[in-house]
């Protein structure tokens, strides 16, 4: 099974931009979609690629946050949010109940300039996030997630480490969070591939970074430690346009 996860940066901009060349060419069994800034109804007139069905969760607030789902793969259940009223308002969570594991599509929280938003991040969100993928896990089936985590791990994951040093996305809160995260049982499924450096999913939109490579890995998808033999491949698409973000992907056996 093929995964691919892609911040849009806003469906209907991405889909003028050449987008659905790209979905309808993926080597995708499930797309997942995250910033979506949209409701159904906003691209009523789009006829997805012949396969796929699509599942939403929109923000409440109008063009702000929310996720898709594209799969040609069947689910047995499709649950919106983690189920905590204070985390569920703008369409950041949404699962998928597939013969094999949970397939969870995630729009992490950004901290923001000047980190007003990093106790929310850090204190909140996190936590009760890593509850969902716990009481997921106890179903009995393991759990992939993925999607912009807003994060980058290490200091391999960003051009210039030492500059963004508590900027939003590098803070020793965030990423901290991030490996408790992944010391419960999770691996990145990229960093099973590829160790080094250089490789970058979100690009500045000023002063040509994309161009210049000058970018951070935040997008990721992340597998429960148990499915780590079944990883086949995993990959970051930096050459397709279309937002900031560009798409990563996973091969399961």
């Known amino acids: 099974m093929k995964i691919v996860s892609w911040n849009v940066n806003g469906i209907r901009a991405a889909l003028r931009k050449g987008a659905m060349d790209y979905f309808a060419a993926a080597p995708a069994d499930v797309l997942c979609l995250q910033e979506t800034k949209a409701h159904p109804g906003d691209v009523q007139h789009v006829a997805w ?7 939403w969760n929109s923000a409440v607030k109008k063009g702000y946050s929310g996720t898709l ?6 689910p047995r259940q499709v649950t919106t949010g983690i189920g905590e009223a204070a985390h569920d308002a703008e369409g ?11 397939l969870v599509n995630v729009y992490q929280p950004n ?3 000047g980190l007003t938003r990093l106790a929310y991040r850090t204190q909140e969100w996190d936590g009760a996030f890593l509850a969902y993928l716990r009481r997921l896990g106890k179903k009995g089936k393991p759990v992939v997630f993925c999607g912009d985590l807003n994060v980058a791990h290490t200091e391999l994951d960003l051009t210039n480490p030492k500059t963004n040093h508590r900027n939003a996305g590098f803070t020793d809160e965030e990423r901290g969070n991030f490996s408790a995260l ?9 960093r099973v591939f590829e160790p080094g450096p250089g490789h970058h999913t979100w690009w500045s939109q000023m002063m040509n970074c994309r161009a210049r490579n000058i970018g951070w890995r935040v997008d990721y998808v992340v597998a429960a430690e148990k499915l780590r033999p079944a990883l086949r491949r995993a990959w970051i698409s ?6 900031d973000h560009c798409p990563v992907g996973l091969e399961l056996a």
């Open 111 to 113: 901290s923001q300039r």
């Open 69 to 74: 789902v594209l799969t040609r793969v069947k």
């Open 92 to 102: 950041r969570v949404l699962t998928l109940e597939l013969p094999d594991f949970y």
């Open 49 to 55: 690629p012949a396969g796929y069905e699509a599942h």
């Open 238 to 243: 930096p050459e397709v346009m279309g937002s």
């Open 182 to 190: 992944l010391a419960r049982g999770f691996v990145d499924t990229f």
